[in-house]
């Protein structure tokens, strides 16, 4: 079985503190990803890494920034974190498009609360 | 520009009966969709995907439905069950996009017993 694993699933921080959230996926699968969700607004993509070092900008990547040192790491960072930052954070990883199955499998989610 | 379109936020359905969540999209160039199942307080979990060369595929309760000129497509449930209440999104891919799926904004199913 798959297994994605994100390092909080609930996290208070204050405004302006930089925030690190982890995700280790164990399926050697090149590709990482970085969501958040919001009512109504679905599941956006913030950045996704199709390599290690690797990193390509989602729909929303304004305030944040990522890292992946290894494979199966890929670490989220707001940099200062601001109130409208509050939402439950999804990490998910796949392999690439030629290899099957190829669709993405999700973490249990980080509920990040910013006072 | 929303290419993934679930228009309903919520669709109540009595056990037994079949739960249909839709989804409308406007590119064209998708030729590969999946719908996942989230729980809340947890990740969401893949459900069921169709090729763009198909119009159906099932898996036990659940078919998914795809039309192309309309560009839509639709998850039917039969029969629903009260372990089916979540939040479902629809997503869309296609090869030149690279990996990423493109996600409507989910329909709240809550199944009643």
């Known amino acids: 079985d798959v297994k994605v694993t994100q390092s909080s699933r609930y996290l208070v921080k204050r405004t302006g503190e930089k925030v690190f959230l982890e995700c280790v996926q164990d399926m050697d699968h090149e590709n990482m990803f970085w969501y958040r969700q919001d009512p109504g607004l679905g599941l956006r993509l913030i950045y996704f890494?199709?390599?290690?070092?690797?990193?390509e900008k989602g729909d929303i990547p304004e305030g944040y920034s990522v890292s992946r040192e290894k494979k199966e790491r890929f670490s989220l960072i707001l940099e200062s974190a601001s109130t409208n930052q509050t939402s439950m954070y999804l990490c998910?990883?796949?392999?690439?498009?030629?290899?099957?199955?190829?669709?993405?499998?999700f973490g249990p989610g980080t509920r990040l609360t910013v006072t | 520009d929303q290419q993934v379109k679930q228009n309903s936020p919520s669709l109540s359905v009595q056990e037994g009966r079949i739960s249909i969540l839709n989804c409308d999209y406007t590119n064209s160039m998708f030729d590969y969709f999946l719908w996942y199942k989230k729980y809340p307080a947890e990740g969401p979990t893949f459900l069921i995907s169709?090729?763009?060369?198909?119009d159906k595929n099932e898996d036990g309760r659940f078919t998914v439905f795809l039309n192309k000129s309309a560009k839509h497509l639709s998850l039917h449930i039969v029969p629903s069950q009260p372990g089916d209440s979540a939040v479902y999104f629809c997503a869309g891919t296609y090869m030149e996009y690279g990996n990423k799926l493109v996600f409507g904004a989910g329909t709240i199913l809550r199944v009643k017993s």
């Open positions: 890494s199709y390599d290690v070092k690797m990193k």
């Open positions: 169709i090729s763009s060369i198909k």
């Open positions: 998910a990883s796949s392999y690439n498009r030629d290899r099957f199955p190829y669709e993405q499998y």
